[in-house]
């Protein structure tokens, strides 16, 4: 049974860090790309960034990039996106989700982690 479980969201002040993990477990992804997305509180989902988890290439929403990093521990089996000099409106509960490379839904979804910015 494959199974995403994120960690490591909290509550930070504004200008702080948090680095999310999703452990992947069940099968392997070599074919897959790793996406993380959040939802803030009356929002739709949104992409934050995925990653390829054969050849680590990354891919970032434009609004994202140079303050979110997504990278991958092919030895662990862990996904991890670091945030840095986050801000109120990244509020939100960041998901893990997979997908086939070649297909463009995500099949597979973790339970979610909530990340809180105070001002």
């Known amino acids: 049974q494959v199974q995403l479980v994120e960690s490591g969201g909290g509550l930070v002040q504004a200008g702080g860090s948090l680095r999310l993990s999703c452990a992947v477990t069940?099968?392997?992804?070599?074919?897959?790309?790793m996406g993380w997305f959040r939802q803030a509180p009356g929002k739709e989902r949104e992409f934050v960034a995925h990653?390829?988890?054969?050849?680590?290439?990354?891919s970032y929403a434009d609004s994202l990039k140079g303050r979110f990093t997504i990278s991958r521990d092919k030895d662990k089996n862990t996904v991890y996106l670091q945030m840095n000099s986050l801000k109120p409106e990244d509020t939100a509960v960041y998901y893990c989700?997979?997908?086939?490379?070649?297909?463009?839904?995500?099949?597979?979804w973790g339970q979610g982690t909530q990340v809180t910015v105070s001002s």
């Open positions: 990653i390829t988890w054969n050849v680590g290439s990354p």
């Open positions: 989700a997979a997908r086939l490379l070649l297909r463009r839904k995500y099949n597979y």
């Open positions: 069940g099968r392997t992804f070599t074919s897959y790309v």
